[in-house]
């Protein structure tokens, strides 16, 4: 781990990464996928792809922690009818980070492309709610653990499109809206983030300077972006996400199919 006070980078290249932290957190925050941005940027700075990872985790935490807390205030999302999948994802991402440290995950990366492009597909052509048909109906507990538990797993041992996952897994499970359904992804996000980020802390992968000035930057941009999505409502973020699932898709099918 890189000494707690040592800049690996200049501060000009700080400044664009934090620029670019910027725009990956108001994404990120509508729409998920702000490591489409990030992680590339960090490589591009010369970083070693261990400790690209580490470093992503720690600012992708900030700003998914500004995110929920905006739609948790709205009271848009309600923990206690949550607990299942919250205490479900904390266990995948423990156990995803873990596997993460030595397990091959080439078939993994293979499949990525295909499963965020169906996300796509579905929000595009599938006919999501406009309004939850009881905001305070009980959410089906049950369906929780299996849903946390993966999701949890895969952001803790990759992560692209974690937060496109839980949006339309969302709306595919319970009566929910697409602003509700995308505050739930944010809060799961959040709680895989931080769990993921205490292995790779204890791993020795984050580099702490750079992790924290792009980790204020990214909280900025999701606390806007939560407020815009939360304001525009599906017909924002409907667009918003589907322009960010087919980006996702390209680049994953350029990094694992194509090579570059």
């Known amino acids: ?7 690996a980078v200049d501060p000009s290249t700080l400044l664009i990464l934090a620029l670019v932290a910027f725009a990956a957190g108001f994404i990120d925050a509508v729409a998920g996928g702000g490591g489409l941005l990030t992680i590339p940027a960090l490589l591009t700075a010369g970083l070693p792809p261990h400790l690209v990872l580490g470093t992503n985790k720690l600012s992708s935490t900030f700003g998914a922690a500004a995110a929920s807390f905006t739609f948790y205030r709205r009271k848009l999302f309600h923990p206690r009818q949550w607990l299942n999948a919250l205490l479900g994802t904390a266990i995948g991402a423990f156990i995803g980070a873990i596997a993460a440290q030595w397990m091959p995950a080439e078939w993994l990366n293979l499949l990525l492309p295909v499963a965020v492009f169906a996300c796509g597909l579905y929000l595009l052509f599938g006919r999501t709610p406009e309004a939850p048909v009881n905001a305070d109906a009980p959410i089906a507990r049950r369906r929780q653990w299996p849903q946390g538990l993966g999701l949890g797993f895969y952001d803790g041992v990759a992560g692209p499109g974690t937060g496109a996952f839980w949006t339309v897994s969302t709306l595919l499970l319970y009566p929910l809206d697409l602003v509700r359904a995308s505050g ?6 959040f709680v895989s983030n931080a769990c993921a980020l205490s292995i790779f802390i204890a791993s020795g992968q984050v580099d702490w300077i750079l992790g924290l000035c792009m980790g204020s930057s990214l909280m900025v941009g999701a606390f806007i972006g939560a407020r815009t999505a939360i304001s525009g409502g599906s017909r924002f973020i409907r ?22």
């Open 1 to 7: 781990m890189p000494f707690p006070f040592e800049l």
């Open 239 to 260: 667009p918003v996400f589907i322009c960010v699932v087919l980006a996702i898709t390209a680049r994953l099918v350029w990094q694992h199919w194509v090579g570059g």
């Open 184 to 189: 739930v992804a944010r809060t799961m996000n």
